[in-house]
């Protein structure tokens, strides 16, 4: 069975920082691009970022550009998304999801990709 655990997320001020963490169990993620997404109240899931099995492509949706940082440690089964600067528009829960083909440097930018997911990790930017 594959889970993945989401943690990491919480409130915080606009302009700080936070570092959230998907565990992945049932499933050897090394073979396997990554990604996270993201759903605020009323607005339709969005890609955030994506990683490719060994960590050699990443893409982020525009609105995250520069500011966060998708990463991965597959001796972990664990991946990371950095959130720097952060704005009140990134508020919303956050899913980490395994995409569904193995071993393509393709960075995947829509659900269907996927099909693994976590529960998600809230995430509050106050203003």
């Known amino acids: 069975q594959v889970q993945l655990v989401e943690s990491g997320g919480g409130l915080v001020q606009a302009g700080g920082s936070l570092r959230l963490s998907c565990a992945v169990s049932?499933?050897?993620?090394?073979?396997?691009?990554m990604g996270w997404f993201r759903q605020a109240p009323g607005k339709e899931r969005e890609f955030v970022a994506g990683i490719s099995y060994n960590g050699g492509s990443t893409a982020y949706g525009d609105s995250v550009k520069g500011r966060f940082t998708i990463s991965r440690d597959n001796a972990k089964n664990t991946v990371y998304l950095r959130m720097n600067s952060l704005k009140p528009e990134d508020t919303g829960v956050y899913y980490c999801?395994?995409?569904?083909?193995?071993?393509?440097?393709?960075?995947?930018?829509?659900?269907?990709?996927?099909?693994?997911w976590g529960q998600g990790t809230q995430v509050t930017v106050s203003s």
């Open positions: 049932g499933r050897t993620i090394s073979v396997y691009g």
């Open positions: 999801a395994t995409d569904r083909a193995a071993l393509t440097i393709l960075v995947h930018r829509t659900a269907g990709w996927y099909d693994y």
